[in-house]
Protein backbone atom coordinates (compact mmCIF):
# COMPACT_ATOMS: atom_id res chain seq x y z
CA UNK A 1 0.00 0.00 0.00
CA UNK A 2 1.06 3.43 -0.90
CA UNK A 3 1.47 6.49 1.90
CA UNK A 4 -1.61 7.78 0.22
CA UNK A 5 -3.65 4.31 1.04
CA UNK A 6 -2.65 4.46 4.29
CA UNK A 7 -3.01 8.65 5.18
CA UNK A 8 -6.83 8.03 3.88
CA UNK A 9 -7.20 4.98 5.90
CA UNK A 10 -5.84 5.99 9.39
CA UNK A 11 -7.56 9.84 8.98
CA UNK A 12 -11.18 8.24 8.00
CA UNK A 13 -10.63 6.06 11.43
CA UNK A 14 -9.40 8.00 13.33
CA UNK A 15 -11.41 11.07 12.62
CA UNK A 16 -14.87 9.22 13.44
CA UNK A 17 -13.28 7.53 16.79
CA UNK A 18 -11.79 10.56 18.22
CA UNK A 19 -14.90 12.85 16.70
CA UNK A 20 -17.65 10.74 18.72
CA UNK A 21 -15.94 9.86 21.74
CA UNK A 22 -14.82 13.92 22.16
CA UNK A 23 -18.78 14.38 21.34
CA UNK A 24 -19.84 12.33 24.65
CA UNK A 25 -17.24 12.76 27.44
CA UNK A 26 -19.99 14.57 29.31
CA UNK A 27 -21.80 11.27 30.12
CA UNK A 28 -22.36 11.58 33.73
CA UNK A 29 -25.82 9.28 34.29
CA UNK A 30 -26.56 5.73 33.23
CA UNK A 31 -29.45 7.48 30.77
CA UNK A 32 -26.67 9.64 29.13
CA UNK A 33 -24.69 6.51 28.62
CA UNK A 34 -27.14 4.19 27.78
CA UNK A 35 -29.80 6.24 25.95
CA UNK A 36 -28.06 9.08 25.00
CA UNK A 37 -30.40 11.13 27.15
CA UNK A 38 -33.29 9.59 24.27
CA UNK A 39 -32.19 13.02 21.79
CA UNK A 40 -31.43 11.05 18.85
CA UNK A 41 -33.17 12.61 15.87
CA UNK A 42 -34.59 10.16 12.93
CA UNK A 43 -31.84 10.64 10.27
CA UNK A 44 -29.05 9.76 12.68
CA UNK A 45 -31.29 6.61 13.93
CA UNK A 46 -31.66 5.34 10.07
CA UNK A 47 -28.04 5.96 9.40
CA UNK A 48 -26.66 4.19 12.60
CA UNK A 49 -29.46 1.50 12.28
CA UNK A 50 -27.91 0.76 8.73
CA UNK A 51 -24.34 0.96 9.52
CA UNK A 52 -24.88 -1.94 12.66
CA UNK A 53 -26.11 -4.11 10.30
CA UNK A 54 -24.24 -3.57 7.32
CA UNK A 55 -20.91 -5.43 8.76
CA UNK A 56 -17.47 -5.77 7.08
CA UNK A 57 -18.39 -9.00 6.14
CA UNK A 58 -21.28 -7.25 3.87
CA UNK A 59 -18.66 -5.61 1.68
CA UNK A 60 -16.37 -8.04 1.15
CA UNK A 61 -18.32 -10.95 1.14
CA UNK A 62 -21.65 -9.66 -1.04
CA UNK A 63 -19.67 -9.04 -4.24
CA UNK A 64 -18.10 -12.18 -4.03
CA UNK A 65 -21.49 -14.02 -3.49
CA UNK A 66 -22.92 -12.15 -7.05
CA UNK A 67 -19.44 -12.94 -8.79
CA UNK A 68 -20.22 -16.91 -7.96
CA UNK A 69 -23.94 -16.94 -7.87
CA UNK A 70 -26.01 -14.17 -9.33
CA UNK A 71 -28.35 -11.82 -7.62
CA UNK A 72 -30.53 -14.11 -6.41
CA UNK A 73 -28.64 -13.48 -2.38
CA UNK A 74 -31.05 -10.17 -2.77
CA UNK A 75 -34.14 -11.93 -1.46
CA UNK A 76 -32.94 -12.67 1.92
CA UNK A 77 -34.51 -8.84 2.24
CA UNK A 78 -37.61 -9.13 0.54
CA UNK A 79 -39.24 -9.59 4.15
CA UNK A 80 -37.39 -6.24 5.64
CA UNK A 81 -39.74 -3.91 4.67
CA UNK A 82 -42.95 -5.45 6.36
CA UNK A 83 -41.30 -6.18 8.90
CA UNK A 84 -40.69 -2.80 9.89
CA UNK A 85 -43.91 -1.64 9.30
CA UNK A 86 -44.48 -4.34 11.91
CA UNK A 87 -42.18 -2.74 14.58
CA UNK A 88 -43.27 0.68 13.96
CA UNK A 89 -46.54 -0.09 14.50
CA UNK A 90 -46.96 -3.08 16.92
CA UNK A 91 -43.10 -2.48 18.57
CA UNK A 92 -42.04 0.84 19.02
CA UNK A 93 -44.92 2.21 20.86
CA UNK A 94 -44.92 -0.30 23.60
CA UNK A 95 -41.25 0.23 23.73
CA UNK A 96 -41.16 4.22 23.55
CA UNK A 97 -43.86 4.00 26.40
CA UNK A 98 -42.31 1.77 28.72
CA UNK A 99 -39.32 4.08 28.33
CA UNK A 100 -37.70 0.76 29.01
CA UNK A 101 -33.91 0.77 28.40
CA UNK A 102 -33.66 -2.69 26.57
CA UNK A 103 -36.15 -4.79 24.69
CA UNK A 104 -35.61 -7.62 27.58
CA UNK A 105 -36.59 -5.41 30.04
CA UNK A 106 -40.18 -5.22 28.26
CA UNK A 107 -40.69 -8.75 29.33
CA UNK A 108 -39.90 -8.60 33.09
CA UNK A 109 -42.34 -5.92 32.92
CA UNK A 110 -44.99 -8.38 30.85
CA UNK A 111 -44.04 -11.69 32.33
CA UNK A 112 -41.30 -12.34 34.97
CA UNK A 113 -37.51 -11.99 35.75
CA UNK A 114 -36.88 -15.46 34.74
CA UNK A 115 -38.57 -14.65 30.95
CA UNK A 116 -36.18 -11.88 30.87
CA UNK A 117 -32.96 -13.66 31.77
CA UNK A 118 -34.28 -16.75 29.09
CA UNK A 119 -34.22 -13.95 26.35
CA UNK A 120 -31.31 -12.02 27.43
CA UNK A 121 -29.06 -15.49 27.78
CA UNK A 122 -30.38 -15.91 24.20
CA UNK A 123 -29.08 -13.07 22.95
CA UNK A 124 -26.15 -12.60 24.87
CA UNK A 125 -24.84 -16.74 23.38
CA UNK A 126 -26.02 -15.66 19.89
CA UNK A 127 -24.26 -11.93 20.11
CA UNK A 128 -21.03 -12.55 21.38
CA UNK A 129 -20.06 -15.20 18.66
CA UNK A 130 -21.60 -13.17 16.10
CA UNK A 131 -19.45 -10.30 17.40
CA UNK A 132 -16.56 -12.07 18.04
CA UNK A 133 -16.94 -13.03 13.77
CA UNK A 134 -17.61 -9.63 13.14
CA UNK A 135 -13.61 -8.91 13.89
CA UNK A 136 -12.29 -11.93 12.69
CA UNK A 137 -13.54 -12.04 9.27
CA UNK A 138 -11.86 -9.00 8.15
CA UNK A 139 -8.98 -9.65 9.92
CA UNK A 140 -8.22 -13.06 8.43
CA UNK A 141 -9.32 -11.58 4.82
CA UNK A 142 -6.85 -8.56 5.28
CA UNK A 143 -4.12 -10.60 7.09
CA UNK A 144 -4.08 -13.51 4.19
CA UNK A 145 -4.58 -10.97 0.95
CA UNK A 146 -2.51 -8.48 2.12
CA UNK A 147 -0.09 -10.39 4.38
CA UNK A 148 -0.87 -7.77 7.68
CA UNK A 149 -0.21 -9.98 10.84
CA UNK A 150 -3.58 -11.34 11.82
CA UNK A 151 -3.30 -10.59 15.44
CA UNK A 152 -2.06 -7.26 15.29
CA UNK A 153 -5.51 -6.53 12.95
CA UNK A 154 -7.66 -7.97 15.78
CA UNK A 155 -6.28 -6.20 18.13
CA UNK A 156 -6.34 -2.78 16.67
CA UNK A 157 -9.87 -3.34 15.69
CA UNK A 158 -11.14 -4.94 19.30
CA UNK A 159 -8.91 -2.16 20.64
CA UNK A 160 -10.60 1.15 18.80
CA UNK A 161 -14.38 -0.88 19.24
CA UNK A 162 -13.46 -0.95 23.21
CA UNK A 163 -11.89 2.57 23.66
CA UNK A 164 -14.71 4.90 21.78
CA UNK A 165 -17.95 2.91 23.30
CA UNK A 166 -16.30 3.33 26.87
CA UNK A 167 -15.59 6.93 26.80
CA UNK A 168 -18.49 7.37 24.16
CA UNK A 169 -21.73 5.16 24.78
CA UNK A 170 -25.21 5.57 23.14
CA UNK A 171 -24.39 8.65 21.65
CA UNK A 172 -20.43 8.16 20.60
CA UNK A 173 -22.10 4.98 18.44
CA UNK A 174 -24.89 7.16 16.71
CA UNK A 175 -22.37 9.96 15.89
CA UNK A 176 -19.42 8.05 14.42
CA UNK A 177 -21.92 5.48 12.75
CA UNK A 178 -23.75 8.04 10.71
CA UNK A 179 -20.16 8.97 9.37
CA UNK A 180 -18.75 5.72 8.92
CA UNK A 181 -22.27 4.84 7.03
CA UNK A 182 -21.62 7.90 4.86
CA UNK A 183 -17.41 6.64 4.16
CA UNK A 184 -19.03 3.02 3.32
CA UNK A 185 -21.69 4.52 0.67
CA UNK A 186 -19.59 6.91 -0.88
CA UNK A 187 -16.74 4.84 -0.92
CA UNK A 188 -19.29 2.12 -2.91
CA UNK A 189 -20.60 4.37 -5.27
CA UNK A 190 -16.94 5.59 -6.46
CA UNK A 191 -15.73 2.40 -6.69
CA UNK A 192 -18.77 1.05 -8.53
CA UNK A 193 -18.39 3.64 -10.78
CA UNK A 194 -14.44 2.99 -11.18
CA UNK A 195 -15.11 -0.08 -12.36
CA UNK A 196 -17.73 0.04 -14.82
CA UNK A 197 -15.83 3.08 -16.22
CA UNK A 198 -12.53 0.36 -16.56
CA UNK A 199 -14.71 -2.79 -17.86
CA UNK A 200 -13.42 -2.81 -21.43
CA UNK A 201 -13.08 -0.86 -24.43
CA UNK A 202 -15.06 -3.59 -26.30
CA UNK A 203 -17.96 -3.04 -23.78
CA UNK A 204 -19.84 -1.29 -21.62
CA UNK A 205 -22.45 -1.20 -18.92
CA UNK A 206 -25.59 -2.34 -20.91
CA UNK A 207 -23.44 -4.22 -22.98
CA UNK A 208 -22.07 -5.87 -19.51
CA UNK A 209 -25.64 -6.36 -18.16
CA UNK A 210 -26.83 -8.40 -21.44
CA UNK A 211 -23.46 -10.65 -21.17
CA UNK A 212 -23.74 -11.01 -17.01
CA UNK A 213 -27.85 -12.10 -17.90
CA UNK A 214 -26.61 -14.65 -20.12
CA UNK A 215 -24.60 -16.75 -17.75
CA UNK A 216 -27.39 -16.25 -15.01
CA UNK A 217 -26.07 -13.29 -13.00
CA UNK A 218 -28.79 -11.39 -13.03
CA UNK A 219 -31.39 -13.85 -11.79
CA UNK A 220 -33.08 -12.25 -9.10
CA UNK A 221 -36.32 -14.23 -8.42
CA UNK A 222 -35.96 -17.96 -7.12
CA UNK A 223 -40.20 -19.30 -7.11
CA UNK A 224 -39.02 -23.07 -6.21
CA UNK A 225 -40.63 -23.75 -2.94
CA UNK A 226 -37.85 -25.82 -1.14
CA UNK A 227 -37.30 -26.00 2.33
CA UNK A 228 -33.55 -26.66 1.72
CA UNK A 229 -32.44 -23.96 -0.84
CA UNK A 230 -31.05 -21.27 1.03
CA UNK A 231 -32.39 -18.20 -1.01
CA UNK A 232 -35.56 -18.49 -2.76
CA UNK A 233 -38.52 -15.79 -3.30
CA UNK A 234 -40.69 -17.60 -0.07
CA UNK A 235 -37.53 -17.92 1.86
CA UNK A 236 -36.78 -14.60 1.32
CA UNK A 237 -40.71 -13.02 2.26
CA UNK A 238 -41.25 -15.91 4.88
CA UNK A 239 -38.26 -16.83 6.01
CA UNK A 240 -36.68 -13.11 5.94
CA UNK A 241 -39.55 -11.53 7.44
CA UNK A 242 -39.61 -13.65 10.84
CA UNK A 243 -35.56 -12.59 10.62
CA UNK A 244 -35.86 -9.23 10.44
CA UNK A 245 -38.52 -9.04 12.49
CA UNK A 246 -36.20 -10.94 15.30
CA UNK A 247 -33.19 -8.66 14.60
CA UNK A 248 -34.72 -5.24 14.11
CA UNK A 249 -37.35 -5.96 17.30
CA UNK A 250 -35.83 -8.14 19.49
CA UNK A 251 -32.03 -7.73 19.07
CA UNK A 252 -30.81 -5.25 21.34
CA UNK A 253 -27.92 -4.43 19.41
CA UNK A 254 -30.47 -2.67 16.59
CA UNK A 255 -33.11 -1.95 19.46
CA UNK A 256 -30.54 0.16 21.30
CA UNK A 257 -30.27 2.15 18.48
CA UNK A 258 -33.54 3.28 17.93
CA UNK A 259 -34.20 3.31 21.79
CA UNK A 260 -32.49 6.60 22.26
CA UNK A 261 -34.30 8.52 19.70
CA UNK A 262 -36.45 11.55 20.90
CA UNK A 263 -39.99 10.98 20.28
CA UNK A 264 -42.24 7.82 18.77
CA UNK A 265 -42.19 9.63 15.17
CA UNK A 266 -38.23 9.84 15.05
CA UNK A 267 -37.53 6.45 15.74
CA UNK A 268 -40.38 5.18 13.20
CA UNK A 269 -38.96 7.97 10.77
CA UNK A 270 -35.62 6.13 10.96
CA UNK A 271 -36.58 2.65 11.00
CA UNK A 272 -38.75 3.28 7.88
CA UNK A 273 -35.36 4.83 6.20
CA UNK A 274 -33.49 1.03 6.77
CA UNK A 275 -36.46 -0.68 5.35
CA UNK A 276 -36.66 1.74 2.15
CA UNK A 277 -33.11 1.82 1.30
CA UNK A 278 -32.01 -1.65 2.62
CA UNK A 279 -32.62 -3.33 -0.36
CA UNK A 280 -31.40 -0.76 -2.81
CA UNK A 281 -28.25 -0.62 -1.29
CA UNK A 282 -27.74 -4.42 -1.53
CA UNK A 283 -28.66 -4.46 -4.77
CA UNK A 284 -26.32 -2.10 -5.56
CA UNK A 285 -23.08 -4.08 -3.67
CA UNK A 286 -24.31 -7.67 -5.50
CA UNK A 287 -24.12 -5.56 -9.22
CA UNK A 288 -21.24 -4.56 -8.12
CA UNK A 289 -19.69 -8.26 -7.77
CA UNK A 290 -21.38 -8.42 -10.85
CA UNK A 291 -19.51 -6.14 -12.22
CA UNK A 292 -16.50 -7.44 -11.49
CA UNK A 293 -17.59 -11.09 -12.64
CA UNK A 294 -18.02 -9.24 -16.14
CA UNK A 295 -14.48 -7.28 -15.55
CA UNK A 296 -12.66 -10.48 -15.26
CA UNK A 297 -14.04 -12.07 -18.82
CA UNK A 298 -11.53 -9.36 -20.52
CA UNK A 299 -8.35 -10.11 -17.33
CA UNK A 300 -7.35 -13.16 -16.42
CA UNK A 301 -8.88 -14.40 -13.01
CA UNK A 302 -6.79 -16.61 -10.68
CA UNK A 303 -7.94 -20.14 -10.29
CA UNK A 304 -8.95 -19.75 -6.43
CA UNK A 305 -8.87 -16.52 -4.86
CA UNK A 306 -7.99 -17.31 -1.32
CA UNK A 307 -4.06 -16.70 -1.66
CA UNK A 308 -3.26 -18.82 1.61
CA UNK A 309 -4.97 -21.95 -0.06
CA UNK A 310 -2.94 -21.33 -3.17
CA UNK A 311 0.12 -20.81 -1.72
CA UNK A 312 0.17 -24.09 0.30
CA UNK A 313 -0.78 -26.31 -3.14
CA UNK A 314 2.26 -24.93 -5.06
CA UNK A 315 3.95 -25.97 -2.12
CA UNK A 316 2.64 -29.80 -2.30
CA UNK A 317 3.26 -32.69 -4.39
CA UNK A 318 -0.03 -31.59 -6.59
CA UNK A 319 1.79 -28.67 -7.62
CA UNK A 320 1.70 -29.84 -10.90
CA UNK A 321 -1.47 -30.87 -10.90
CA UNK A 322 -3.03 -27.54 -9.68
CA UNK A 323 -0.67 -25.62 -12.58
CA UNK A 324 -2.10 -27.77 -15.28
CA UNK A 325 -5.97 -26.71 -14.25
CA UNK A 326 -4.26 -23.53 -14.14
CA UNK A 327 -3.15 -23.39 -17.63
CA UNK A 328 -6.66 -24.81 -18.54
CA UNK A 329 -8.14 -22.18 -16.95
CA UNK A 330 -6.42 -19.33 -19.02
CA UNK A 331 -7.21 -21.15 -22.34
CA UNK A 332 -10.86 -20.98 -21.69
CA UNK A 333 -10.60 -17.53 -20.54
CA UNK A 334 -9.15 -16.55 -23.40
CA UNK A 335 -11.78 -17.96 -25.46
CA UNK A 336 -14.24 -16.31 -23.38
CA UNK A 337 -12.83 -12.95 -23.94
CA UNK A 338 -13.39 -13.42 -27.26
CA UNK A 339 -16.50 -14.83 -27.60
CA UNK A 340 -17.61 -11.80 -25.38
CA UNK A 341 -16.21 -9.06 -27.53
CA UNK A 342 -17.48 -10.88 -30.78
CA UNK A 343 -21.14 -10.83 -28.68
CA UNK A 344 -20.96 -7.11 -27.75
CA UNK A 345 -20.36 -6.01 -30.88
CA UNK A 346 -22.85 -7.67 -32.37
CA UNK A 347 -25.02 -6.26 -29.23
CA UNK A 348 -23.96 -2.61 -30.64
CA UNK A 349 -25.74 -3.49 -34.28
CA UNK A 350 -28.78 -4.62 -32.47
CA UNK A 351 -28.01 -8.04 -33.08
CA UNK A 352 -28.04 -11.16 -30.43
CA UNK A 353 -26.61 -14.21 -31.61
CA UNK A 354 -28.20 -17.23 -29.68
CA UNK A 355 -25.16 -19.40 -31.05
CA UNK A 356 -22.40 -17.37 -29.05
CA UNK A 357 -24.76 -16.99 -26.03
CA UNK A 358 -25.09 -20.36 -25.82
CA UNK A 359 -21.25 -20.90 -26.04
CA UNK A 360 -20.98 -18.62 -23.45
CA UNK A 361 -23.26 -20.37 -21.10
CA UNK A 362 -21.06 -23.46 -22.07
CA UNK A 363 -17.70 -22.00 -21.32
CA UNK A 364 -19.26 -20.48 -18.24
CA UNK A 365 -20.01 -23.80 -17.16
CA UNK A 366 -16.85 -25.19 -18.02
CA UNK A 367 -15.49 -23.02 -15.77
CA UNK A 368 -17.23 -23.42 -12.84
CA UNK A 369 -15.84 -27.29 -13.37
CA UNK A 370 -12.53 -26.47 -13.59
CA UNK A 371 -12.67 -23.95 -10.13
CA UNK A 372 -14.72 -27.15 -8.72
CA UNK A 373 -11.68 -29.41 -9.11
CA UNK A 374 -9.06 -27.07 -7.78
CA UNK A 375 -11.22 -26.98 -4.69
CA UNK A 376 -10.98 -30.40 -4.38
CA UNK A 377 -7.38 -30.29 -4.53
CA UNK A 378 -7.20 -27.64 -1.90
CA UNK A 379 -9.18 -30.37 0.12
CA UNK A 380 -6.92 -32.96 -0.35
CA UNK A 381 -3.45 -31.16 0.26
CA UNK A 382 -5.29 -29.57 3.52
CA UNK A 383 -8.61 -30.89 4.41
CA UNK A 384 -9.49 -28.34 7.01
CA UNK A 385 -9.20 -25.57 4.53
CA UNK A 386 -12.30 -23.51 3.70
CA UNK A 387 -12.51 -23.82 0.11
CA UNK A 388 -14.86 -20.99 -0.69
CA UNK A 389 -13.36 -18.14 -1.48
CA UNK A 390 -16.28 -15.91 -2.36
CA UNK A 391 -14.90 -13.68 0.61
CA UNK A 392 -11.62 -13.23 -1.25
CA UNK A 393 -12.99 -12.07 -4.77
CA UNK A 394 -13.78 -8.48 -4.28
CA UNK A 395 -10.46 -7.38 -1.96
CA UNK A 396 -8.79 -9.94 -4.69
CA UNK A 397 -10.10 -6.87 -7.22
CA UNK A 398 -8.95 -3.87 -5.29
CA UNK A 399 -5.72 -4.86 -4.04
CA UNK A 400 -4.85 -5.65 -7.64
CA UNK A 401 -6.94 -3.27 -10.41
CA UNK A 402 -8.00 -0.17 -8.10
CA UNK A 403 -5.27 3.01 -8.13
CA UNK A 404 -3.81 4.66 -5.21
CA UNK A 405 -6.44 6.18 -3.54
CA UNK A 406 -9.45 4.53 -4.01
CA UNK A 407 -7.24 1.24 -1.99
CA UNK A 408 -7.38 3.34 0.95
CA UNK A 409 -10.73 4.51 0.61
CA UNK A 410 -12.03 0.47 0.27
CA UNK A 411 -10.08 -0.86 3.15
CA UNK A 412 -11.69 2.55 5.46
CA UNK A 413 -15.03 1.13 4.44
CA UNK A 414 -14.24 -2.10 5.45
CA UNK A 415 -12.37 -1.29 8.58
CA UNK A 416 -15.77 1.48 9.53
CA UNK A 417 -18.23 -1.05 8.41
CA UNK A 418 -15.71 -3.52 11.07
CA UNK A 419 -15.95 -0.69 14.11
CA UNK A 420 -20.16 0.02 13.60
CA UNK A 421 -21.39 -3.31 13.94
CA UNK A 422 -19.06 -4.72 16.18
CA UNK A 423 -19.13 -1.82 18.56
CA UNK A 424 -23.02 -1.82 18.33
CA UNK A 425 -22.36 -5.30 19.17
CA UNK A 426 -20.56 -5.00 22.03
CA UNK A 427 -22.07 -2.13 23.53
CA UNK A 428 -25.25 -4.18 23.41
CA UNK A 429 -23.73 -7.18 25.24
CA UNK A 430 -22.21 -4.73 27.75
CA UNK A 431 -25.41 -3.37 29.06
CA UNK A 432 -27.85 -6.36 28.49
CA UNK A 433 -25.44 -8.09 30.85
CA UNK A 434 -25.19 -5.29 33.45
CA UNK A 435 -28.72 -3.83 33.48
CA UNK A 436 -31.14 -7.31 32.18
CA UNK A 437 -28.57 -9.48 34.28
CA UNK A 438 -26.74 -7.66 37.08
CA UNK A 439 -29.30 -4.71 37.92
CA UNK A 440 -32.49 -7.60 38.11
CA UNK A 441 -30.36 -9.47 40.71
CA UNK A 442 -28.56 -6.54 42.53
CA UNK A 443 -30.84 -3.88 42.55
CA UNK A 444 -31.46 -1.00 44.74
CA UNK A 445 -27.98 0.59 43.80
CA UNK A 446 -27.66 3.87 42.64
CA UNK A 447 -27.51 5.42 38.87
CA UNK A 448 -23.92 5.94 39.34
CA UNK A 449 -23.40 2.42 40.40
CA UNK A 450 -24.87 0.73 37.17
CA UNK A 451 -23.05 3.42 35.15
CA UNK A 452 -19.78 1.99 36.33
CA UNK A 453 -20.96 -1.87 35.93
CA UNK A 454 -21.98 -0.94 32.08
CA UNK A 455 -18.91 0.65 31.52
CA UNK A 456 -17.09 -2.40 33.12
CA UNK A 457 -18.94 -4.65 31.35
CA UNK A 458 -17.96 -2.34 28.23
CA UNK A 459 -14.02 -3.65 28.61
CA UNK A 460 -15.27 -7.48 29.77
CA UNK A 461 -17.04 -7.81 26.47
CA UNK A 462 -14.89 -5.98 24.44
CA UNK A 463 -11.62 -8.35 25.39
CA UNK A 464 -14.13 -11.23 25.21
CA UNK A 465 -14.53 -10.24 21.60
CA UNK A 466 -11.10 -9.57 20.70
CA UNK A 467 -10.45 -13.58 22.54
CA UNK A 468 -13.03 -15.06 20.40
CA UNK A 469 -12.06 -13.66 16.98
CA UNK A 470 -8.47 -14.52 18.28
CA UNK A 471 -9.25 -17.90 18.41
CA UNK A 472 -12.13 -18.43 16.25
CA UNK A 473 -10.07 -19.71 13.52
CA UNK A 474 -10.38 -23.27 14.88
CA UNK A 475 -13.39 -23.58 13.13
CA UNK A 476 -14.71 -23.50 9.93
CA UNK A 477 -18.08 -21.61 7.71
CA UNK A 478 -17.55 -18.50 9.06
CA UNK A 479 -18.80 -16.08 6.84
CA UNK A 480 -22.28 -17.75 7.66
CA UNK A 481 -21.83 -18.64 10.73
CA UNK A 482 -23.11 -15.21 12.25
CA UNK A 483 -26.93 -16.02 9.85
CA UNK A 484 -26.98 -19.03 11.52
CA UNK A 485 -26.24 -18.70 15.05
CA UNK A 486 -29.03 -15.91 14.87
CA UNK A 487 -31.33 -18.07 13.33
CA UNK A 488 -30.96 -20.55 16.22
CA UNK A 489 -31.86 -18.35 18.61
CA UNK A 490 -33.74 -16.20 17.15
CA UNK A 491 -37.24 -17.94 16.79
CA UNK A 492 -37.89 -18.69 20.27
CA UNK A 493 -37.29 -15.37 21.99
CA UNK A 494 -39.55 -13.31 18.64
CA UNK A 495 -41.77 -16.56 19.51
CA UNK A 496 -42.15 -14.95 23.61
CA UNK A 497 -42.24 -11.03 22.23
CA UNK A 498 -45.11 -12.10 19.90
CA UNK A 499 -46.83 -13.79 22.54
CA UNK A 500 -46.25 -10.83 24.71
CA UNK A 501 -47.74 -8.01 22.33
CA UNK A 502 -50.61 -9.92 21.04
CA UNK A 503 -51.88 -13.00 23.51
CA UNK A 504 -52.79 -11.79 26.60
CA UNK A 505 -54.03 -15.13 27.58
CA UNK A 506 -50.44 -16.71 28.12
CA UNK A 507 -48.98 -15.88 31.21
CA UNK A 508 -45.26 -16.26 32.66
CA UNK A 509 -45.40 -19.85 33.40
CA UNK A 510 -46.55 -21.11 30.52
CA UNK A 511 -44.27 -18.79 28.10
CA UNK A 512 -40.79 -19.51 30.01
CA UNK A 513 -41.14 -23.02 29.63
CA UNK A 514 -42.42 -22.82 26.07
CA UNK A 515 -39.09 -20.68 24.60
CA UNK A 516 -37.01 -23.40 26.76
CA UNK A 517 -38.46 -25.98 24.70
CA UNK A 518 -38.55 -24.65 21.56
CA UNK A 519 -34.92 -23.53 22.03
CA UNK A 520 -33.87 -26.98 22.33
CA UNK A 521 -36.25 -28.15 19.56
CA UNK A 522 -34.96 -25.93 17.13
CA UNK A 523 -30.90 -26.68 18.42
CA UNK A 524 -32.11 -30.81 17.82
CA UNK A 525 -33.43 -29.45 13.82
CA UNK A 526 -30.80 -27.71 12.93
CA UNK A 527 -27.77 -30.62 14.01
CA UNK A 528 -30.15 -32.62 12.06
CA UNK A 529 -29.61 -30.60 8.76
CA UNK A 530 -33.23 -30.47 7.16
CA UNK A 531 -34.11 -27.46 6.68
CA UNK A 532 -33.02 -23.75 5.28
CA UNK A 533 -31.70 -21.77 8.58
CA UNK A 534 -34.33 -19.34 7.34
CA UNK A 535 -36.86 -21.86 8.42
CA UNK A 536 -35.43 -22.42 11.75
CA UNK A 537 -36.52 -18.97 12.55
CA UNK A 538 -40.30 -19.32 11.50
CA UNK A 539 -40.11 -23.04 13.45
CA UNK A 540 -38.94 -21.59 16.68
CA UNK A 541 -41.38 -18.50 16.37
CA UNK A 542 -44.44 -20.63 15.64
CA UNK A 543 -43.38 -23.48 17.77
CA UNK A 544 -42.73 -20.92 21.07
CA UNK A 545 -45.88 -19.88 20.13
CA UNK A 546 -48.10 -23.35 20.02
CA UNK A 547 -46.26 -24.58 23.14
CA UNK A 548 -47.48 -21.48 25.64
CA UNK A 549 -50.72 -21.85 24.38
CA UNK A 550 -51.28 -25.47 25.11
CA UNK A 551 -49.24 -25.19 28.44
CA UNK A 552 -50.91 -22.50 29.56
CA UNK A 553 -54.53 -24.12 28.48
CA UNK A 554 -53.08 -27.50 30.62
CA UNK A 555 -52.29 -24.97 33.63
CA UNK A 556 -55.77 -23.38 33.65
CA UNK A 557 -57.47 -26.34 33.32
CA UNK A 558 -55.23 -27.75 36.66
CA UNK A 559 -55.83 -24.93 38.57
Same mark, same amino acid.
Given at each position: ?????????????????????????????????????????????????????????????????????????????? =????????????????????????????? #? /??????????????????????????????? $?????????????????????????????????????? +??????????????? *????????? #??????????????????????????????????????????????????????????????????? /?????????????????????????? *????????????????????????????????????????? +??????????????????????? /?? +???????????????????????????????????????????????????????????????AGVYALAYTSSLD?? /????????????? +???????????????????????????????? $??????????? =?????????????????????????????????????????????????????????????????
Amino acid at each position: MSIIDWSILLITLLFTIIYGTVKSLRNQSINDYVMGDRQTDWFTIGMSVMATQASAITFLSTPGQAYHDGMGFIQFYF =GLPLAVIVICVFFVPVYHKLKVYTAYEYL #E /KRFDKKTRTLASLGFLIQRSIGTGVTIYAPA $IILHATLGWNFSLLVLCIGVAITVYTFFGGTKALNITQ +KQQAFVMFLGLVVIF *FYIVFNLSD #ETDFNNALALANVEGKLNLLDFSFSFTERYTLWNGILGGFFMMLAYFGTDQSQVGRYLSGKSLGHIQ /KGLVINGLFKIPVQFFILLTGVMIFI *FFHYEKAPLHFNPVNTQKVLNSPLQNEYQYMQMQLSYLQDE +KKEIATIYSGQLNQGFNNPMLEM /KL +KMLHNEEKHIREEAKKIIKTVDHQAETNDKDFVFIYYVINYLPIGLVGLLLAIVFSAALSSASAGVYALAYTSSLDLY /KSYVPNKSKKHYL +KMTRLSVLIWGGLSILAASIINYFENLIQLVN $IIGSIFYGSIL =GVFLIGFFVKYCQAFSVFYAGLFAQIAVIVLFCLNVISYLWLVIFGTLLTMLIALVLEFLRRRIK
